[in-house]
């Protein structure tokens, strides 16, 4: 099986600190890759390079068997690979449905939207309402409800429907579970099967070794800036996993940056 996203020889440099030191990097078709490491491993910076935040100064990134130059987010949007971020990048006081379609608003048809530029504010509303309503978060009862008025958990479902609904080929997470209480976690971890189950990968950046190791299908290991190893949840505990990151235990040979 080919990876769907890949990179290699990923190499990023702010001044003299080298946050990628020749990384690689590969993600499945269907698969919920966790990507862990200790703080300044790199892995934001691995995270950005894939998803155009940020360029990297050598090193290839390849989407679907070809290779791609991203510049911006914008561009890997347009490409099908979504991210939620950890700071969920979104408006508090507009409302839901706006939040959903930020930057990529649906305009009327006719010379209402080419001339006047007018919103199709009920079109919109209306898809934002399946997409919460296909990821199950019931609890939305009114999608122009300003998103400052939500729970964190439900601002989490939001910002996890907006990528999937746009998402093609791959989203990624970026702490989903960050702040958030126990049953709030346990929801957006369920969403995250939810997505799953439709087809599209996942990369899951968390610092939660329980989550990670409860929704991954492999498990990508960063440290000083390169991939170390990649591991089965299965073959590994989460003591293992933390000592491979922090350097005080080396992983298996045949483990080693595969």
């Known amino acids: 099986m080919e990876p769907i996203l890949s990179a290699r020889g990923l190499v990023k440099r702010f001044g003299r600190v080298t946050a990628l030191d020749h990384c690689d990097f590969d993600l499945f078709p269907g698969e919920i890759l966790g990507v862990i490491g200790d703080n300044g491993a790199g892995k934001s910076t691995l995270i950005k390079s894939l998803s155009g935040a940020e360029i990297p100064d050598e090193g ?39 939040n959903m379609f930020m930057g990529r608003e649906i305009r009327k048809k006719g010379f209402m939207g080419s001339i006047f530029r007018k919103l199709d504010h009920s079109k919109m509303q209306k898809i934002a309402h399946e997409k919460l309503t296909d990821l199950g978060i019931m609890t939305i009862q009114n999608i122009n409800q300003a998103v400052e008025t939500l729970s ?107």
Do not use: W
């Not at 976690?185 to 939810?194: A, C, P, Y």
């Not at 991939?227 to 996993?241: E, N």
């Open 152 to 258: 964190g958990g439900q601002r989490q479902g939001v910002a996890v429907a907006r990528a999937a609904a746009f998402g093609s080929k791959v989203i990624i997470m970026d702490e989903p579970t960050a702040a958030l209480g126990v049953k709030e976690s346990r929801r957006v971890l369920d969403l995250i099967h939810d997505v799953k189950s439709r087809g599209i990968p996942i990369i899951l950046i968390s610092h939660n070794m329980p989550h990670v190791f409860e929704v991954s299908d492999r498990i990508h290991i960063h440290r000083l800036g390169r991939r170390l190893c990649v591991i089965q949840p299965s073959d590994f505990s989460m003591s293992d996993a933390v000592a491979f990151m922090t350097g005080a235990k080396e992983p298996p040979p045949e483990f080693g940056a595969t």
């Open 60 to 98: 290839t990134v390849t989407l679907e068997g070809e290779t791609v130059n991203f510049i911006s987010p914008i561009d890997a949007r347009k490409a099908g690979i979504e991210t939620v971020y950890q700071t969920l990048a979104m408006s508090p006081a507009l409302a839901i449905a706006d």
